[in-house]
């Protein structure tokens, strides 16, 4: 049975589905929509993977998939690609980020101050079992008056722009680089060493578990860099375009977007005086435990002798999600014609060695 | 059932690359495009170029066809396809700097595309991979092209030639054939 | 100019799946794939709705070459009825309305997994193979970005002391598909993981065959009638797989590549594995030539080395059209 369930085509194909799909229950709008609402870092993760801004979308991918992550994450990648690309929008400018939590950890306190945001970073993990009597209600802060706060969530200055001031770290570089001319990874094969724009692209559509893989075995001391967390941040970004006739900027919507950036310790700078150095994440969607991997992954990817499994071609390669999940699942298709073929040469060599065995044998019964 | 269906200009791009696939395949043999003439030209570039190339045209209405399509012009040492609707010396000095490509990454040699005309060229023998054994080959393009070109192709470096013919007939040469002029 | 002329009139997908973006890349990477045989030229390689590793190259290559006027056989293994190999015709068909067929005689486009039909491959046929690993130096050289500066220089020595460590350690090469070939005398290429059967298939063909690995972004060609000689030694040469004994159970036929089948008792039986040929065989149709006669004889002599002392007598004796250069 096991053998002929490999093959029987479309029928065998379509009942097997059907077996998936009742296991899932039915599809309708209200799950998408209770799922958009519930999950939204689930949808993050997903939407990051997948490469596309979308949250009903990665929404009914979960509800289509039943949760299978790399499956949704897939489902919004092939998506994705059929979309025709009609404009580019304005690069992100970090002076205009509507940042909801910004927090460092090189510094007590910093310019524009410790923002702790929306998080369970010092909240007691406490399953809340009411939840499964009764509703238990979101807890609803104090309202923020303008009279009894100071924070202006789009003016929050980036820690690294304190350090260069301190002349502790090169000044941020300019990129002229206009938005078509960008490297992009989705439309050119990632070739190693990559472009900046690419690796940081890579790194964007990671697989969370990979990078956080990879990531942790760099802090527990694998070609380690010491890094500090510089600044984690949340916030949420205008994407922005220029009309093709007016050239008016406009905001074409709004998205979660989240950066993290980690110090190595200093190393000679290209003025051959010591200085600090720079690891940085990005990704569309708020995941902050990928992002401070992935910098960190940065930063080791820049070391002159980083360690093997910290070099951008074995990040970059082992890291993406699509590839990764689909060539591990491959190995399920048959491979009867290549075993076949293998077990043709172990049968020669132990005829070899079996030819051998006599010959000496043979020798030692003349000796 | 998704719907599903193929415009007329998807379906041209469709034909233009088969045949230029199968010419590519197969040095020198004749293949048939839906247009002719400068049109041919036209259509090879609607089915290849797009914003992520730049090419290189000294004609100007191939050249605001082709920008139509978001392809960025260039000069010829920049460009990916040069599109040359006349065939003459003057084109020697563009053809000269056309990339070849490098031995990291030879794909970034460029392709000529030409409009021949039906008087006789030069005489061609050509061999490799593609011909089962050598073919002639008499195009309207005169011995200093094929000189020129041997002189620049040096397997797995130059560029590949696609010859359209005014009548809608597309040869290619890519690099890899051996060129003899007669 | 508005933004609505940018984009394309409604429609679920694009004819065959990939927008135009997609097929203008596929095209223009094709087109120097072939210009320069065996040589890896980088793509992008979209996402498909198929998990990464189950045929994405492939089915990139298919759906930038398909027509409505085509006719598409897959085959995984050599089946056609393989459950990837069902899945993949049903989109190809869904999403270009091509005609299918299992028959070989009748495909225009074969995009295979881990196969070369048996049947001889005519010149309006394209091949497409599915490549898990398009690089061949990978065994000697992890990284791709080396191993392109060895195929830059041509640097293939190490290919050779692999092969030489095999013979010294064991007598034979242990490399079983996927046995690394050198095209038009310049790029060392895999031809996929193809049975070594099947490699001589593509030497001096008659079709064009594409290659392509979607997860590495890779795709190669090997036009017609192109040189494609194995990694070998003159004095140890290369040799297909030994099943000369062996016999498809439901028709007798011999010297076709074969599967074996295990049986509860620990015996096994043989299968051709190119199932549409069994089943012209099994039904007494007619079949196209094939690659190797009935006696096991590859169609270019002289391409494979003799194998037993009568046929190393013959070719001692008649020399060969083709021989083995030096």
Redesign the interface.
């Known amino acids: 049975m096991a053998y002929v369930a490999a093959r029987g085509g479309e029928a065998a194909i379509e009942r097997a589905e059907a077996l998936y799909r009742r296991l899932l229950g039915p599809l309708d709008p209200g799950l998408v929509k209770g799922l958009e609402q519930a999950l939204p870092h689930l949808l993050d993760r997903v939407m990051s993977e997948g490469s596309l801004y979308a949250p009903e979308l990665a929404a009914l991918a979960l509800a289509q998939t039943g949760g299978d992550l790399y499956e949704a994450v897939l489902l919004l990648r092939a998506y994705r690609t059929t979309l025709p690309r009609l404009a580019y929008a304005l690069p992100i400018e970090p002076e205009v980020l509507f940042t909801v939590r910004r927090v460092s950890a090189a510094f007590k306190d910093i310019p524009g101050g410790q923002i702790l945001g929306p998080t369970l970073d010092y909240s007691h993990r406490l399953l809340r079992l009411g939840g499964l009597q009764s509703d238990v209600p979101p807890t609803v802060p104090e309202p923020v008056s303008a009279e009894n706060c100071d924070f202006e969530p789009q003016q929050v200055p980036f820690v690294a722009d304190w350090h260069r001031q301190n002349g502790l770290m090169p000044p941020r570089p300019t990129d002229p680089t206009p938005g078509?001319a960008i490297p992009d990874l989705t439309?050119?094969p990632l070739l190693f060493p990559a472009p900046r724009a690419q690796r940081l692209q890579a790194l964007s559509r990671a697989d969370t578990g990979g990078v956080l893989a990879l990531g942790y075995a760099n802090m527990r001391g694998y070609g380690a860099i010491h890094p500090t967390v510089n600044e984690v941040r949340l916030a949420y970004a205008e994407v922005r375009l220029q009309h093709p006739a007016t050239g008016a900027v406009f905001s074409a919507g709004r998205v979660r977007y989240a950066q993290a950036e980690v110090l190595t310790k200093f190393r000679p700078g290209p003025d051959g005086k010591p200085t600090l150095e720079l690891g940085f994440a990005a990704s569309l969607g708020w995941n902050e435990v990928k992002l401070i991997a992935a910098a960190m992954l940065d930063a080791a990817m820049d070391l002159p002798e980083p360690h093997p499994a910290h070099t951008e071609e074995f990040v970059l390669s082992h890291t993406e999600p699509v590839e990764a999940s689909g060539f591990c699942i491959h190995y399920k298709l048959p491979h009867y014609v290549t075993f076949g073929s293998d077990l043709d040469a172990l049968r020669k060599a132990r005829a070899q060695a079996v030819a051998e065995q006599e010959a000496s044998r043979s020798a030692e019964v003349t000796e | 059932?998704?719907?599903?269906?193929?415009?007329p200009q998807?379906?041209q791009?469709?034909?233009v690359?088969?045949s230029?696939?199968?010419a590519?395949?197969?040095p020198g043999e004749a293949n048939p495009l839906p247009l002719g003439a400068k049109a041919a030209l036209q259509a090879i570039g609607q089915?290849?170029?797009?914003?992520?190339?730049r090419f290189y045209t000294p004609d100007p209405h191939l050249q605001q066809q082709f920008l139509r399509l978001g392809s960025r012009a260039s000069g010829p040492a920049e460009a990916?396809f040069l599109f040359f609707p006349e065939a003459d010396e003057r084109i020697w000095a563009d053809l000269v700097q056309a990339p070849i490509g490098?031995?990291?990454h030879?794909?970034t040699?460029a392709?000529v595309v030409v409009l021949t005309r039906p008087s006789p060229g030069a005489r061609l023998r050509l061999s490799?991979?593609?011909?089962?054994a050598p073919a002639p080959l008499e195009t309207g393009l005169p011995e200093g092209f094929w000189r020129l070109r041997n002189e620049r192709v040096s397997?797995?470096l130059g560029w590949?030639v696609l010859l359209v013919e005014p009548q809608g007939v597309c040869r290619a040469v890519?690099?890899?054939t051996t060129v003899e002029v007669a | 100019m508005r933004l609505a002329e940018l984009a394309h009139p409604r429609?679920?997908?694009?004819?065959a799946f990939l927008d135009?973006?997609a097929?203008?890349?596929l095209?223009?990477?094709?087109?120097?794939?072939?210009?320069?045989?065996g040589?890896q030229?980088?793509y992008a390689s979209r996402e498909v709705p198929l998990a990464r590793g189950w045929g994405t190259g492939g089915l990139q290559v298919t759906l930038?070459?398909v027509?409505?006027e085509d006719v598409v056989k897959v085959i995984d293994q050599g089946d056609d009825q393989s459950v990837n190999a069902a899945n993949l015709r049903r989109f190809i068909a869904?999403?270009?309305?091509a005609r299918t067929t299992t028959d070989t005689a009748l495909a225009t486009l074969i995009q295979s997994r881990h196969r070369i039909p048996e049947e001889m491959l005519g010149p309006v046929q394209i091949l497409v193979l599915q490549v898990p690993y398009p690089e061949p130096l990978a065994r000697v050289e992890p990284s791709f970005a080396r191993a392109?500066?060895l195929h830059?220089?041509a640097e293939y020595g190490q290919v050779w002391l692999g092969l030489y460590e095999d013979l010294v350690r064991y007598r034979t090469p242990t490399q079983g598909a996927d046995y690394p070939v050198l095209v038009?005398g310049?790029?060392l290429m895999a031809p996929s993981p193809i049975p070594r059967w099947d490699n001589p298939k593509l030497h001096?063909a008659q079709h064009?065959t594409l290659l392509s690995a979607g997860r590495e972004k890779r795709v190669y060609?090997v036009?017609?009638?192109?040189?494609v000689r194995p990694v070998e030694f003159s004095d140890v040469p290369f040799e297909v797989e030994d099943q000369r004994g062996w016999a498809d159970w439901q028709t007798g036929v011999r010297h076709k590549f074969m599967t074996e089948l295990p049986q509860a008792d620990g015996d096994c039986r043989y299968e051709l594995s190119d199932r549409d040929y069994a089943r012209k065989r099994a039904a007494g149709l007619p079949t196209q030539p094939t690659y190797y006669n009935e006696e096991g004889r590859f169609y270019h002599p002289g391409y494979l080395a003799p194998r037993t002392p009568a046929e190393r007598l013959e070719r001692l004796l008649h020399g060969s059209p083709d021989d083995l250069p030096a």
């Open positions: 078509p439309r050119e | 059932m998704p719907t599903i269906f193929l415009s998807e379906s791009d469709h034909t690359f088969r230029l696939l199968r590519m395949s197969r089915a290849l170029l797009d914003l992520e190339t990916d490098s031995l990291l030879p794909e040699g392709t490799g991979p593609g011909l089962a397997f797995p590949d890519p690099r890899s | 429609q679920d997908y694009a004819y135009a973006f097929k203008r890349e095209r223009r990477r094709l087109l120097k794939a072939v210009a320069i045989p040589y030229v980088p930038a070459l027509g409505p869904r999403m270009s309305g392109r500066e830059a220089d038009h310049r790029y001096q064009l060609a036009p017609p009638f192109t040189e």
